[in-house]
C-alpha cells in the first residue's frame, strides 16, 4: 500500500513536471527586434537610432519634384499612379535601421516571437499605437491589410505568397503561419507592409458614399504614421503636414525623425523645367540622375558660393546590390533564343556613351548583385561549384568554362568586331541580314521591336543603341509614355524591351522568385520583366531561400547570378554606385549619416529653423 501511495505521488509530480515543461515550451520568446542572420545590433531598452539629431527642429517645409503624373492614393491596388511619398502616412509593424543589412525593430509592434522552425511569427501591438480619429491600431487592421494586399496586389501576393493564414491569438496579438518551415526571411518581411485602417476603409466618406479597396481613389486615406495629407492637386501635386497628435513621435525607434512640418511634391512633364525649377530656389532637394548633367549643369552661382551643396555618397551602394539593364521581353518570340539577346549586348557600345555622354562618370555592370560581396566572378569554385554541377544538364556549359563579361567598345575597330560577332550569332539563331534589314530566314519579318521609357531623360542614353543596331539592320524604335500608360503596360507585359532596375539587398530571398522565377512569369504585375522561366534558376532560388547558413546562401545566390548571367536575359546598362544629391541651404542632414543610407528625407531637417 505504501509502495501504491508512492507511485501514485510520484506519477502526479511526473505529470506536474511534463505540465510544466509543455507550459515552458509553448511560452513565446518575446524579442524587441529581430535579423535575418545573426541578432540585430541594437539592444532591448535602445534610446535612439545611433545617426539622428535629437536636436532637430520640428519645423520648416521641404519641396519636393517629381517627374510626371499620378493619380491613386489607394496603397494596395496595383492600377493606377500612386503619390510621391505616400508611405510618410503609414506605419508598419516593424521599421529598419539604415545602420544595418539586417537589423529590424519593433514600431506598430512592441515585440515578435517565432519559433525555431519559423514557421509562422507572432507581432504583439502596442496598446498606445492609434488611427488619427482615437481608435486604436488592432490585430483586425493587420488582418484586414494582409487579406487584401494579397487579394488586389500582384506585387504582394507573390511576395507572400508562403503566409498561409493570419489571425488574432490575443487582445493585441496577431499570428501570421505560412506553408513552408526554416526560411529566416518570412518572419522579418511580414513586418514590412504599410498598415491599413478596416473601420476606415469599410466606412463611408462625406458624401456617404461606401469607400472601395479595390478602386483608386483621390480622397486623402487614413494612416497611422507621422503625416497626414493636407491637400491634393490631382495629377501636379500633393502637401503631408506632420501629425502633432502622431502617437509614435516618442517611440526610441522614431526619435529625431520626421522634421519637416509639411513636406510637398510638385509634378513636372519636363525634366529640363524641373531642373530649372531646382537651380531657381523652388525646389530644395535633388538627386542627379545624369552623370553628364552632374559634371556640366552644377557649376551655378548658388554652388559656387555655398547656397546649395553638392555631394556624392556612396552609403545607399555599400548594402545594395544593382542590376540596370534593357530587357527584352522573351514573352515576344523574337527574344526567345539566347544568342539573339547575346546578339544586342555586342550592339551596345557602352564605353563610347560613357566617354561623350557621361563624361566617364559610369561604370558597366557585369552582375545581377553588382557592387557586392555577393556578385559573381571568374569561374566558379567549391561549393558554388557543386551546385551548378548539379544542375549541369540545366545550365548553358559556359558556366563552366568563361567567366562572364561585357563586350567593350569604345574605338571604331572593337565596335566593327562587336557588330560583326552581332550579325553572327544572328545567323545562328535563323535571322540574316538582307540589304540594310536584319530578316527571319524563316518567316521574311524582320527583326523590329520597341523600346518603352517612361521619362524623355532616357532617351539620349539609348539614342546610341538605337543606332547601333539600325547599322546591322535592326530596327528599333523609342517610345516614351507617361507614368500612366507605362505603370499599365509594364503590369501586363505589354512591351518589347523596357529599361529596368533591380534593387538587391544583402539578403537576397523570396523576392528572387518575383523576379526571375517561372512563378511569377505569367503573373501581372510581378517584376520579372524578361519573362524569365529557367529549372536551374528555380532550383537556385530554393538553396537561397532554405540555405542553412550565410555561407551556403552566398554560394547559391552567386551560382543564380551565373546562370542568369550567361543566359544573356538582359543587357547590362551601367551604374554610378553613388547618390549624387544637391540640396539647398535652407535644408540640412545630421553631420553622421547611415552606414547603408541617407535618411533622406526622415532624418533631415530645415536648417534655417535650427538653432
Known amino acids: 500500500m505504501v509502495l501504491a501511495r508512492l507511485k501514485v505521488g510520484f506519477a502526479i509530480v511526473l505529470a506536474a513536471v511534463f505540465a510544466a515543461s509543455s507550459v515552458a515550451a509553448q511560452e513565446p520568446k518575446w524579442r524587441h527586434g529581430m535579423a535575418v542572420v545573426g541578432e540585430p545590433e541594437l539592444p532591448e531598452g535602445f534610446k535612439q537610432l545611433p545617426y539622428v539629431d535629437l536636436s532637430a527642429p520640428k519645423a520648416g517645409t521641404l ?42 525593430y519593433g514600431l506598430l509592434a512592441e515585440a515578435v516571437s517565432y519559433p525555431d522552425d519559423m514557421s509562422s511569427v507572432t507581432f504583439r501591438l502596442r496598446q498606445e499605437a492609434k488611427w488619427p480619429d482615437g481608435q486604436p491600431v ?12 494579397k487579394e488586389h496586389s500582384a506585387f504582394y501576393s507573390g511576395y507572400y505568397r508562403h503566409v498561409t493564414g493570419v489571425e488574432k491569438t490575443g487582445d493585441r496579438e496577431v499570428t501570421f503561419r505560412f506553408d513552408e518551415k526554416n526560411n529566416r526571411e518570412l518572419p ?16 463611408t ?8 479597396i479595390s478602386k483608386t481613389t483621390l480622397q486623402p486615406v487614413m494612416g497611422s504614421g507621422p503625416y497626414r495629407i493636407a491637400s491634393v492637386q490631382p495629377g501636379s501635386g500633393i502637401r503631408y503636414e506632420l501629425r502633432d497628435d502622431y502617437w509614435g513621435k516618442d517611440l526610441p525607434i522614431n526619435l529625431g525623425q520626421y522634421n519637416f512640418r509639411t513636406i510637398g511634391y510638385t509634378y513636372f512633364s519636363d525634366f529640363e523645367v524641373e531642373f530649372e525649377a531646382f537651380r531657381a530656389g523652388t525646389i530644395d532637394y ?12 552644377y557649376d551655378f552661382d548658388a554652388v559656387k558660393d555655398g547656397r546649395v551643396t ?28 539566347a544568342r539573339v539577346r547575346q546578339a544586342l549586348n555586342y550592339a551596345f557600345d557602352f564605353e563610347d556613351m560613357n566617354k561623350n555622354l557621361a563624361y566617364g562618370g559610369l561604370k558597366r555592370v557585369d552582375s545581377f548583385f553588382w557592387g557586392t560581396e555577393l556578385a559573381s566572378s571568374g569561374l566558379p569554385q567549391g561549393r558554388e561549384l557543386e551546385l551548378l554541377e548539379g544542375l549541369k544538364d540545366k545550365v548553358p556549359p559556359e558556366v563552366f568554362t568563361t567567366p562572364y563579361t561585357n563586350p567593350v567598345g569604345g574605338d571604331p575597330q572593337r565596335v566593327r568586331d562587336n557588330l560583326r560577332k552581332a550579325v553572327g550569332l544572328f545567323k545562328e539563331a535563323g535571322w540574316e541580314l538582307k540589304g540594310n534589314r536584319m530578316v527571319n530566314t524563316t518567316t521574311g519579318q524582320p527583326m523590329s521591336f520597341e523600346i518603352l521609357l517612361n521619362s524623355p531623360s532616357l532617351e539620349r542614353s539609348v539614342n546610341p543603341f538605337v543606332a547601333s543596331l539600325k547599322k546591322i539592320g535592326v530596327d528599333a524604335r523609342i517610345r516614351t509614355v507617361d507614368a500612366s500608360q507605362y505603370i499599365n503596360r509594364i503590369r501586363s507585359f505589354d512591351y518589347d524591351m523596357i529599361w529596368a532596375v533591380w534593387g538587391q539587398t544583402m539578403n537576397p530571398g523570396n523576392e528572387q522568385t518575383e523576379y526571375w522565377g517561372s512563378a511569377s512569369v505569367n503573373r501581372q504585375g510581378s517584376r520579372n520583366y524578361a519573362g524569365i522561366a529557367d529549372p536551374a534558376v528555380d532550383a537556385l532560388i530554393q538553396k537561397i531561400v532554405f540555405a542553412p547558413s550565410r555561407e551556403e546562401q552566398i554560394a547559391a545566390i552567386k551560382a543564380m547570378d551565373r546562370v542568369l548571367l550567361a543566359n544573356h536575359y538582359v543587357v547590362p546598362l551601367f551604374y554610378s554606385g553613388e547618390a549624387k544629391v544637391a540640396y539647398w541651404n535652407t535644408i540640412r542632414h545630421p553631420d553622421r549619416l547611415p552606414e547603408y543610407g541617407i535618411g533622406f528625407p526622415d532624418i533631415w531637417s530645415s536648417k534655417s529653423a535650427a538653432k
Open 286 to 297: 535633388r538627386q542627379e540622375n545624369s552623370s553628364s548633367r552632374w559634371a556640366t549643369r
Open 310 to 337: 553638392k555631394e556624392a555618397l556612396t552609403n545607399p551602394f555599400k548594402a545594395t546590390g544593382i542590376m540596370q539593364a534593357m530587357a527584352p521581353n522573351m514573352r515576344r518570340d523574337m527574344f526567345k533564343d
Open 138 to 149: 488592432t490585430p483586425d487592421d493587420v488582418i484586414f491589410t494582409m487579406e487584401k494586399l
Open 205 to 212: 466618406d462625406a458624401s456617404g458614399n461606401k469607400r472601395d
Open 188 to 203: 522579418a518581411i511580414v513586418g514590412d507592409f504599410p498598415i491599413l485602417p478596416k473601420h476606415w476603409w469599410e466606412g
Open 63 to 104: 519641396r519636393l519634384a517629381e517627374e510626371g503624373t499620378f493619380d491613386n492614393l489607394n496603397p494596395v491596388i496595383d492600377r493606377g499612379a500612386p503619390a510621391a511619398g505616400l508611405g510618410v502616412i503609414f506605419d508598419t509593424l516593424m521599421k529598419r535601421s539604415e545602420d544595418e543589412v539586417f537589423g529590424t
